[in-house]
């Protein structure tokens, strides 16, 4: 069994920043490589990719990708001691308030697969809140 668990969520002000941590353990995930992807959905809209991470395991951490609407803002990497995977969210704006997900595909899958569908992950956590005030 997969478990994944995000935390870091708050509240911070415009311009502000926040780093989001993300751990997947269970069923050789600790050790192994995959595609772990952060996700967002704020009220009233459908959940949207933001970044991904290839997660190395003891190789560590491999390619990252971004949405447009964070490049140069928001960094995905991976802590090269352990398996939790951190999204560092600088110059935060009002649009970025949501709910993140965390997100992990089957094992051996590069991120490069498809990372921005949600049908690539089957493991998801429960959320965490950020809320950006102007």
């Known amino acids: 069994q997969v478990q994944v668990v995000e935390s870091g969520g708050g509240s911070v002000q415009a311009g502000g920043s926040l780093r989001l941590s993300c751990e997947a353990s269970g069923s050789g995930y600790r050790f192994s490589r995959y595609c772990l992807g952060w996700f967002r959905q704020a009220a009233g809209q459908e959940r949207e990719a933001v970044a991904a991470?290839?997660?190395?395991?003891?190789?560590?951490?491999?390619?990252?990708f971004y949405v447009d609407s964070v490049k140069g803002r928001f960094t995905v990497s991976q802590h090269n001691a352990n398996n939790i995977v951190y999204l560092q969210m600088d110059s935060l704006k009002p649009e970025d308030a949501a709910t993140y997900y965390c997100?992990?595909?089957?094992?051996?899958?590069?991120?490069?697969?498809?990372?921005?569908?949600?049908?690539?992950?089957?493991?998801w956590g429960p959320g965490t809140r950020v809320t950006v005030s102007s």
């Open positions: 991470i290839d997660v190395g395991g003891v190789a560590g951490a491999g390619s990252t």
């Open positions: 997100a992990t595909s089957r094992l051996y899958t590069n991120c490069d697969s498809g990372w921005t569908r949600k049908t690539m992950f089957p493991y």
